[in-house]
C-alpha cells in the first residue's frame, strides 16, 4: 500500500491490526506483534512526512487529499500544518541555491565543488553578467512554483472546510466536531500567518541575489528586462498577501538610482556629442508623426496598470480581475522570458523621399534618399568612416539643396521641424519614462535627469544661435526676464564652465563637476556668416523650432509625468514647465533678430540720410534716395527668405518674428537718422513725413503685417518737431522710449523756429532728469 502511496489505506490496515493485537495482548506473541506494528506505524509517518515536502514544488489534489486523510487518520492534522510550513521554508531556502549554483557552476565551467560550500549570499556575487537574467527569471520561476503549491494548497483546505461544515451539519456528533473545528480554525491561522512568512523569504532570496551583482554596467534594455520581472514579483506578492513588496521596492530603488545615475551620465555625453555634429538639417518625418509612434513609448498605449511590466502584458488583460494566480493555476509561468519581445514593433515615422510623388504614401518605410539614416542607425552613424570626422549628413545638404520644393514630401504643410538630435532626446525620454513607470520610487530622479536633458538642448541652441552681447546692450528687452533666469539657472547647475580640473579643488568640488556637462560647440560646418543664406536662417528655423517641438512633446507629457511624480516634489515639476518648457519659443526672439539685424544694411542707410539737405525752403514732392535704398534691401530680403523656404518650411510665426524685426530696426533706424540732423525746417520735416509715408506704402506690398510695428515710434519723433516749448516739456516725460540724443536732437534742431535758448535750457535739463536714473 505503501508503495502505491496509499497511505490513508495503510495507516487504516496498520490500525485495525494494532487494535486486533491489543484484544489478544495477553499472549506474548502478539505483544511483540504490537510493538513492531507501532514501528510501522512510525515508519508509515515518515513516508508521510516525505510525501508532505513533495507538496511544496509541485501540488498535486489527489496526492495531497490522501496526505491530509493519512494525517487525520493518525489524528495528527496540527502536526502536519507544522510540518508543512517548514518544508516550504526549506524548499524557497534549496530551491534558490540550486538555481543559483547550477548557473555558477556552467558559467564556471570546471567540476569544481567549492561553490556548493558556499553561503547562498557568496554564491549570487559569482553569477557572471551573462547568465544575471536567465538565471533571475528561472529564480522567479521556481519561486512562482513553490507560491502557487502553497496558494492551491490554501484553495484545498477551504474547499474541504465547506465540505466538511456541509456533512457535519447533516451528522450528529458533537464532541467531534467540535474538536475538527479547532483544529481547522488553527490550521487557517496557520496558513494565513504562513502567507507572509513565506512572501517574506521570497523577497529576501530575491533581495541577496539583485544586491549581489552592480548592474550599472549593463545595457539599457537588459535593466528594463530585470526592472520588468521584479515588477511581475512585486504584483506576484501583492496578490499572495498583499504586500507592498517593501523589501523588493528598497533593493530595486538601490539599483536603479545606482543605474541611472551612470546611465544619464552617458547620455548627457552623447547628446553633447550629437549636438556638436549636429548640422541643423530636417529630419524626414511625416506629416501625422506622433512620439507615441516611436517603440519607446509603446508602453503608453499599453495597460496602465502600475505594477505589470510594459513590455509583456499577460494574454488576458483585456478581463482586468484576472489575478495571476488564477491565470497560470493550471501551467505556464509568468516569468517566462519572451525571446521575441523585441523583434515584433515595427516604426513607422520616416517620410517618403518623394521621387514617387504620384505614390508617395505607398510604402511607410520607403529610403529616404542614400542618406536617409534611419533614426536608429543615426544614434551610431554620426561620424563618416572615411574622413574620421565629417558628419554623414553633410551628404544630404547638396541633395536637399537640389531638390524642388514640389518635389518632396519635406515641405508639407504640417510636417513637425525636428532633426535627428531631436528624435533622439525625444527617444531617450521615452526611455527615461518606461523607467519611470516601472519604478515609481525613483520617479523624483527620473523626472529631474529627464528635465536635464531638455536643459542641455536649449542651452545648446542659446549658445549656438542666440547669444549676442550686442543686442543685450540695445535694452530692447528681447530676452525676457524669465528666458535669462532660466538660462543663468541652466548653466549655474549643469554646465561646467571650467577648462580644466583644478588640482587644488576639493573633493566635493570634484564630485560636484561630475554632474555637469561641458558647453558645446557648434558643428564647423554650420555656416552663420553668409548673406545668401541670410546669415544661416534655415539652420537656425530647424534648430529653434525643433525645441519648440521638443517643448510641444513635454507639454503633452506633462499629465503622464504629474501622475508618478510624488506629491512633495510637484513643485519642481510645475516650476519646471512654468520656467523652462514654455520660454522655448521666447528664443525665437533674440535668435531670428541676429538674422534681421544682419539681413538689412542700416549703417548705409544712415550714410545716406546724412547726405540729405533738411533745411529746404519749399514743400518737396518727391521723396529721397534712401527710401528706396532701404526698399531694394526690403525686397532682397523677401527673395531670400523665399529661397530659405523651398528648403526648409518656415512656419507662420518665424515669418512674423523675422519681418517684424527687420521692420522694427527699420523703424529705429530712420529715427536715429533723423536725430543726426544738424539744421531741419518745417518743410524740412514734412519731407521726413513724405519720405516715411513713401516707405510704409511700398512696404506694406511685401508684406501681410498689420499694423506696421513701431510705425508710430517714426510719426510720433516727427511731429514733436511742431510741439509748443510746455507741450514739448511734458512729451519728453512721457516718452522715455526715445534716447537722450534723440530728445537732445530735437529741441537742438527746434532752436531758433519755435523755441528760446532759455526754453532750451530747461528742457535739456528735464531730459537729463529722466536719463540719470538710467546711469
Known amino acids: 500500500?505503501?508503495?502505491?502511496?496509499?497511505?490513508?489505506?495503510?495507516?487504516?490496515?496498520?490500525?485495525?491490526?494494532?487494535?486486533?493485537?491489543?484484544?489478544?495482548?495477553?499472549?506474548?506473541?502478539?505483544?511483540?506483534?504490537?510493538?513492531?506494528?507501532?514501528?510501522?506505524?512510525?515508519?508509515?509517518?515518515?513516508?508521510?512526512?516525505?510525501?508532505?515536502?513533495?507538496?511544496?514544488?509541485?501540488?498535486?489534489?489527489?496526492?495531497?487529499?490522501?496526505?491530509?486523510?493519512?494525517?487525520?487518520?493518525?489524528?495528527?492534522?496540527?502536526?502536519?500544518?507544522?510540518?508543512?510550513?517548514?518544508?516550504?521554508?526549506?524548499?524557497?531556502?534549496?530551491?534558490?541555491?540550486?538555481?543559483?549554483?547550477?548557473?555558477?557552476?556552467?558559467?564556471?565551467?570546471?567540476?569544481?565543488?567549492?561553490?556548493?560550500?558556499?553561503?547562498?549570499?557568496?554564491?549570487?556575487?559569482?553569477?557572471?553578467?551573462?547568465?544575471?537574467?536567465?538565471?533571475?527569471?528561472?529564480?522567479?520561476?521556481?519561486?512562482?512554483?513553490?507560491?502557487?503549491?502553497?496558494?492551491?494548497?490554501?484553495?484545498?483546505?477551504?474547499?474541504h472546510d465547506s465540505e466538511d461544515t456541509i456533512s457535519a451539519s447533516e451528522g450528529s456528533n458533537m464532541m467531534g466536531t467540535e474538536e475538527t473545528n479547532f483544529d481547522r480554525g488553527y490550521i487557517k491561522k496557520k496558513l494565513e500567518h504562513g502567507l507572509t512568512r513565506i512572501w517574506q523569504d521570497v523577497q529576501l532570496k530575491v533581495k541577496t541575489y539583485l544586491l549581489g551583482t552592480d548592474l550599472s554596467i549593463f545595457k539599457y534594455d537588459d535593466f528594463i528586462f530585470v526592472l520588468d520581472i521584479i515588477s511581475r514579483l512585486m504584483q506576484v506578492g501583492e496578490e499572495f498577501c498583499g504586500?507592498?513588496?517593501?523589501?523588493?521596492?528598497?533593493?530595486?530603488?538601490?539599483?536603479?538610482?545606482?543605474?541611472?545615475?551612470?546611465?544619464?551620465?552617458?547620455?548627457?555625453?552623447?547628446?553633447?556629442?550629437?549636438?556638436?555634429?549636429?548640422?541643423?538639417?530636417?529630419?524626414?518625418?511625416?506629416?501625422?508623426?506622433?512620439?507615441?509612434?516611436?517603440?519607446?513609448?509603446?508602453?503608453?498605449?499599453?495597460?496602465?496598470?502600475?505594477?505589470?511590466?510594459?513590455?509583456?502584458?499577460?494574454?488576458?488583460?483585456?478581463?482586468?480581475?484576472?489575478?495571476?494566480?488564477?491565470?497560470y493555476c493550471s501551467g505556464g509561468n509568468p516569468f517566462e522570458i519572451q525571446a521575441n519581445h523585441k523583434d515584433e514593433e515595427t516604426e513607422d515615422v520616416l517620410a517618403s523621399n518623394g521621387y514617387e510623388s504620384d505614390e508617395q504614401e505607398k510604402s511607410a518605410y520607403q529610403e529616404y534618399d542614400s542618406d536617409s539614416d534611419v533614426p536608429e542607425e543615426l544614434k551610431r552613424d554620426y561620424v563618416d568612416e572615411q574622413t574620421g570626422d565629417a558628419p554623414v549628413k553633410s551628404v544630404s545638404r547638396e541633395t536637399l539643396k537640389s531638390r524642388k520644393k514640389s518635389d518632396y514630401s519635406l515641405n508639407k504643410v504640417n510636417a513637425p521641424i525636428l532633426t535627428n538630435t531631436t528624435l533622439n532626446v525625444i527617444r531617450l525620454v521615452g526611455k527615461y519614462m518606461q523607467m519611470m513607470n516601472i519604478l515609481k520610487p525613483i520617479a523624483f530622479d527620473v523626472i529631474h535627469f529627464m528635465s536635464q536633458l531638455f536643459d542641455y538642448y536649449l542651452y545648446a541652441i542659446y549658445t549656438f544661435f542666440g547669444r549676442n552681447d550686442s543686442l543685450e546692450s540695445t535694452g530692447l528687452g528681447l530676452s525676457s526676464s524669465r528666458l535669462r533666469t532660466t538660462l543663468n539657472r541652466i548653466q549655474e547647475s549643469l554646465i561646467d564652465l571650467e577648462v580644466s580640473a583644478d588640482p587644488t579643488s576639493t573633493l566635493a568640488a570634484a564630485e560636484e563637476r561630475k554632474e555637469k556637462v561641458p558647453s558645446p560647440h557648434l558643428s564647423h560646418l554650420v555656416v552663420l556668416t553668409s548673406g545668401d543664406t541670410l546669415y544661416g536662417l534655415a539652420e537656425r528655423v530647424v534648430a529653434t523650432e525643433s525645441l519648440v517641438f521638443l517643448a510641444e512633446q513635454f507639454e503633452f507629457l506633462q499629465p503622464h509625468l504629474d501622475a508618478v511624480m510624488p506629491a512633495v516634489k510637484k513643485p519642481f515639476l510645475q516650476q519646471f514647465y512654468s520656467q523652462t518648457v514654455s520660454t522655448a519659443s521666447e528664443l525665437r526672439k533674440p535668435i531670428y533678430w541676429i538674422v534681421a539685424g544682419k539681413a538689412i544694411d542700416y549703417e548705409q542707410m544712415l550714410l545716406l540720410m546724412a547726405n540729405v539737405k533738411w533745411d529746404v525752403k519749399e514743400i518737396m514732392s518727391q521723396h529721397n534716395i534712401y527710401v528706396d535704398a532701404l526698399l531694394k534691401e526690403f525686397e532682397q530680403f523677401n527673395r531670400r527668405l523665399n529661397e530659405v523656404s523651398k528648403r526648409v518650411r518656415i512656419p507662420l510665426p518665424v515669418s512674423n518674428i523675422l519681418w517684424e524685426h527687420c521692420i522694427r530696426l527699420a523703424n529705429r533706424t530712420i529715427v536715429e537718422g533723423y536725430a543726426n540732423v544738424k539744421k531741419c525746417s518745417n518743410e524740412g520735416r514734412a519731407l521726413m513725413q513724405l519720405d516715411f509715408q513713401q516707405f510704409l506704402m511700398k512696404l506694406e506690398k511685401l508684406t501681410d503685417i498689420r499694423?506696421?510695428?513701431?510705425?508710430?515710434?517714426?510719426?510720433?519723433?516727427?511731429?514733436?518737431?511742431?510741439?509748443?516749448?510746455?507741450?514739448?516739456?511734458?512729451?519728453?516725460?512721457?516718452?522715455?522710449?526715445?534716447?537722450?540724443?534723440?530728445?537732445?536732437?530735437?529741441?537742438?534742431?527746434?532752436?531758433?523756429?519755435?523755441?528760446?535758448?532759455?526754453?532750451?535750457?530747461?528742457?535739456?535739463?528735464?531730459?537729463?532728469?529722466?536719463?540719470?536714473?538710467?546711469?
Request: glycine share 2%; hydrophobic share 35%; aromatic share 10%.
Open 1 to 159: 500500500m505503501l508503495e502505491e502511496e496509499d497511505y490513508p489505506g495503510a495507516i487504516q490496515l496498520c490500525l485495525e491490526c494494532q487494535k486486533a493485537a491489543s484484544t489478544f495482548k495477553h499472549y506474548s506473541c502478539i505483544s511483540e506483534l504490537n510493538s513492531k506494528l507501532q514501528d510501522t506505524l512510525e515508519q508509515i509517518e515518515e513516508q508521510l512526512d516525505v510525501a508532505l515536502s513533495k507538496i511544496c514544488k509541485n501540488f498535486d489534489i489527489n496526492h495531497y487529499t490522501k496526505v491530509q486523510q493519512a494525517y487525520r487518520l493518525l489524528g495528527k492534522t496540527q502536526t502536519a500544518m507544522d510540518q508543512l510550513h517548514m518544508h516550504f521554508t526549506q524548499a524557497i531556502h534549496n530551491t534558490v541555491f540550486q538555481v543559483v549554483l547550477g548557473y555558477v557552476e556552467l558559467c564556471a565551467g570546471n567540476t569544481d565543488t567549492k561553490f556548493q560550500k558556499l553561503q547562498y549570499k557568496d554564491l549570487c556575487t559569482h553569477v557572471t553578467p551573462d547568465s544575471y537574467i536567465p538565471c533571475l527569471a528561472d529564480l522567479c520561476k521556481a519561486l512562482w512554483e513553490v507560491m502557487l503549491s502553497y496558494y492551491r494548497t490554501m484553495e484545498w483546505h477551504e474547499k
Open 243 to 327: 504586500s507592498k513588496s517593501e523589501v523588493l521596492q528598497e533593493s530595486i530603488r538601490k539599483q536603479s538610482v545606482n543605474y541611472f545615475k551612470n546611465y544619464h551620465r552617458t547620455r548627457l555625453d552623447e547628446l553633447r556629442m550629437f549636438l556638436e555634429n549636429e548640422t541643423w538639417e530636417l529630419c524626414p518625418v511625416k506629416s501625422n508623426f506622433s512620439i507615441l509612434q516611436l517603440h519607446e513609448f509603446k508602453f503608453m498605449e499599453q495597460s496602465r496598470s502600475p505594477s505589470v511590466s510594459p513590455s509583456k502584458q499577460p494574454a488576458s488583460t483585456s478581463s482586468k480581475t484576472v489575478t495571476l494566480f488564477e491565470q
Open 707 to 775: 499694423p506696421i510695428p513701431d510705425k508710430e515710434f517714426v510719426e510720433t519723433y516727427i511731429k514733436a518737431y511742431y510741439l509748443t516749448e510746455n507741450d514739448m516739456e511734458r512729451w519728453i516725460k512721457e516718452h522715455r522710449e526715445y534716447s537722450t540724443k534723440q530728445l537732445t536732437n530735437l529741441v537742438n534742431v527746434c532752436l531758433g523756429s519755435h523755441i528760446n535758448k532759455k526754453a532750451r535750457q530747461k528742457l535739456l535739463a528735464a531730459i537729463d532728469d529722466i536719463d540719470r536714473p538710467k546711469r
